[in-house]
Structure formats: C-alpha cells, structure tokens
C-alpha cells in the first residue's frame, strides 16, 4: 500500500485547511486509516483516526470539535479537515493504513505534509 498526503501548507490561526491522504496498491487490506503528527523533538501523535466501513472514528481530545476525519472508499481517499487551527498544531503530519496483507500486518506511512499555523 502507497500512501500520499496532500494539502498542507500555511494558514493563520483560526483558519482552515483539508489534508487528504491517497491510497493505492492493495486498499482492499486496510482495516484502519489514521492521521498522526510530529513536532521535531516529540514522539508522533494520532490525531484521529477512521475504520475502514467509516463507522468508527477516533480523535485526540486536542482537536475534538474541532477536525473531522472522513474517507471516501471509491476513491481511496481519507480527508482530513483542520478548523480552527491554533499555532499549536503546527507539525508535519502523517497518513498511516493498518491492516493485514494475507498474515503480515499492514503498516503503511505517507511521505508527511507540513502544516503550519501562524499566530
């Protein structure tokens, strides 16, 4: 599975941005599809994450109310829509799949977009 993330960039604080994250290759193993983010110096965080069906989503309490993860199967395609972004979000942010490929799990990364927030 390749992952590519596209739509970072910068904004200023209390604006918007939509990162989306494109699949390819054996999409059909994905079971879980995430968004993580990395300030240099710290460990990589999930910001949210979604099931495969859509049906379960999951969010770090600092962006609750706030981002919206959401996936498109037919096109392979998993947003991510920032709102009221703070300076604290500020981070490269990371497209991750997990699932199973016949008996080996699945743990696949994108490349990292950057987003940044000015106050």
């Known amino acids: 599975v390749q992952l590519v993330e596209l739509g970072g960039g910068l904004v200023q604080a209390g604006g918007s941005l939509r990162l989306s994250c494109a699949a390819s290759g054996s999409t059909s193993s994905i079971a879980v599809m995430g968004w993580y983010r990395q300030v240099p110096g710290k460990q990589r965080e999930l910001v949210a994450s979604i099931t495969s069906n859509g049906g379960r989503t999951n969010y770090a309490d600092s962006v609750k109310g706030r981002f919206t993860i959401s996936r498109d199967n037919a096109k392979n395609t998993m947003y991510l829509q920032m709102n009221s972004l703070k300076p604290e979000d500020t981070a490269v942010y990371y497209c991750?799949?997990?699932?199973?490929?016949?008996?080996?799990?699945?743990?696949?990364w994108g490349q990292g977009t950057l987003v940044t927030v000015s106050s």
């Open positions: 991750n799949a997990k699932g199973w490929l016949g008996l080996s799990n699945l743990d696949a």
